[in-house]
């Protein structure tokens, strides 16, 4: 039998994840909702994926440096759930019992898009793994901007070509365009099937008009001012 690694105590807080294609500015969306909600007296905790604790950030290494052919799409998906596990048990989870609101830049819906669709391996399987490993724990809400991969990806290739080429966290980059297309669909698909959890916005528009659109979406769902 697996490990119980749900907290005992009620869990207070809510658990929001940002999701979407390379460079959708999913960091950026992250750091204005947080300030929206700091605003209204919460207690907000900001966290990414993969990483978010210090044993999930050296797995991060790992995943996220080198090329794009260096793992085996079965052992990679087990080294996002590792880096997964010890982001919830260390981090996410004691934060929602103590009633802070956790912010995620990207969550499990990425390992069903990128490893699922994108290397293939399917939908079944990781949704075994994410019952096995997380007892099937999900976010309260689900933010996903939705762009065409171009302009996310030039984004990024802009972002990272002024890092030295060892410093790098471009590995997922570098698997070419009809990937990020599939990802992109996939995101959209997942979405549709979780209407209650999901909410898609456009992200090829003003930060500001993103921002408005999530916030107005996130102060009605959970009833704020
Ligand atoms: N991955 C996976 O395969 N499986 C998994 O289970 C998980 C992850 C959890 C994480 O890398 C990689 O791991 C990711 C998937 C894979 N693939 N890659 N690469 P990451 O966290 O380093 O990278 P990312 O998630 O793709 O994020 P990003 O590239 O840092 O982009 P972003 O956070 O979406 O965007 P941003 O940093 O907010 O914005 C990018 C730039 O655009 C920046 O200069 C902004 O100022 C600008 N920006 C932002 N919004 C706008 C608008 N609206 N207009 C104009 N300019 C904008």
Request: charged share 25%; aromatic share 8%; hydrophobic share 40%.
């Amino acid at each position: 039998m697996s490990e119980n690694i749900l907290p005992s105590n009620e869990i207070r807080g809510k658990f929001i994840s940002f999701e979407g294609g390379e460079g959708v500015g999913k960091s950026t969306q992250v750091k204005i909702l947080a300030d929206h909600l700091v605003g209204q007296g919460i207690d907000v905790v900001l966290t990414r994926e993969p990483g978010g604790s210090v044993g999930a950030e050296e797995i991060r290494q790992l995943l996220l440096k080198g090329e794009a052919v260096k793992w085996d799409p079965m052992t990679e998906v087990l080294l996002f759930y590792a880096a997964r596990v010890d982001h919830l048990k260390k981090i996410i989870l004691p934060a929602l019992e103590r009633g802070q609101w956790v912010i995620t830049d990207r969550y499990a819906d990425s390992t069903f898009a990128y490893q699922g669709a994108g290397h293939g391996l399917g939908h079944e399987i990781i949704a075994q793994i994410h019952r096995i490993t997380t007892q099937d724990f999900w976010p309260d809400m689900t933010i996903l901007l939705d762009a065409d991969p171009k302009h996310g990806l030039a984004r990024a290739h802009q972002r990272e070509s002024i890092i030295a080429e060892n410093l790098r966290e471009d590995r997922f980059e570098k698997m070419g365009e009809k990937y990020h297309k599939c990802l992109r669909d996939e995101f959209l698909n997942i979405a549709a099937k979780n209407p209650d959890r999901f909410f898609t916005v456009s992200a090829n528009d003003t930060i500001q008009k993103i921002d408005s659109r999530i916030w107005k979406h996130v102060k009605i769902a959970f009833n704020l001012n």
